[in-house]
């Protein structure tokens, strides 16, 4: 797992200058990196966390919303799009139930844990593929070197892989509402395309 699990203090970030100039120095990096590399003064490591899914967030008139709900892993480079998309799900419930807050977080927490769940676990074993050692690894690039099953699926003439993305991204049993599958449409969310927020 690459967790980190925050057991350091801030200052325990800094990482060793000389020590990873000599590692990048040995190995085999583009002049332009290395040159960058040794005028950088000082470096840090990034922690990079995240929680398990919650199945609730929402506590009577106070609800969460983003990385405070469900922090996730950066390997689909979705936090702010899973934000984005609570922001129009909680807009939409709180309009339609305004004289009931709580009953609109539910509404809203209810609608949005099974997809963001899915993405924070999504992220977890996206982190695990692309960070593969040994025969993992190999797999993988045997895996990544193949075309894809809808490239193949396609030149045999099949129109199967002709699926919107946001029907193909719905999870099962969470129903989102209009709005939420607008949403899905414009920021992409399948783990196979994710895009910068
Ligand atoms: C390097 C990096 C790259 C990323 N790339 C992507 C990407 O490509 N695509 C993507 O979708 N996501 C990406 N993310 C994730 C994305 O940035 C977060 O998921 C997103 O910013 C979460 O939004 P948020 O509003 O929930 O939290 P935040 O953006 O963290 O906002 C919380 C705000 O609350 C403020 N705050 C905290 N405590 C207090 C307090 N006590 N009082 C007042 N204010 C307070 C903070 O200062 C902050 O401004 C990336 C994250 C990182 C770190």
């Known amino acids: 797992m690459h967790r980190n699990t925050l ?6 970030l800094k990482l060793d200058a ?7 120095s040995a190995a085999e990096v583009e002049s332009g990196a290395k040159a960058l590399i040794e005028a950088t ?13 919650l199945p609730r967030w929402s506590h009577g008139r106070v609800t969460l919303l983003g990385d405070a ?5 950066q390997y689909l480079a979705q936090g702010a799009c899973m934000a984005t998309e609570d922001a129009v799900v909680l807009a939409e419930k709180v309009a339609a139930q305004l004289d009931d807050l709580p009953a609109a977080f539910k509404a809203y927490e209810q609608n949005r ?32 070197a193949a075309p894809p ?44 395309t994710c895009t910068q927020a």
């Open 69 to 73: 709900a469900h922090p996730m892993l």
């Open 149 to 192: 099953p809808s490239l193949s699926r396609r030149s045999a003439g099949s129109a199967a892989s002709s699926a919107p993305l946001a029907r193909r991204s719905t999870v099962r049993g969470a129903a989102p509402s209009t709005s939420a599958r607008r949403a899905s449409a414009r920021i992409s969310v399948s783990p196979s």
């Open 41 to 53: 003064p000082e470096f840090w490591e990034y922690p990079m966390c995240d929680r398990d899914p």
């Open 7 to 12: 057991s350091r203090t801030i200052t325990e």
């Open 18 to 24: 000389r020590a990873l100039r000599d590692g990048f």
């Open 113 to 144: 844990y099974l997809r963001t769940g899915r993405t924070q676990i999504m992220a977890r074993v996206y982190g695990e593929f692309y960070h593969a050692r040994g025969v993992t690894a190999e797999l993988r690039d045997m895996a990544l």
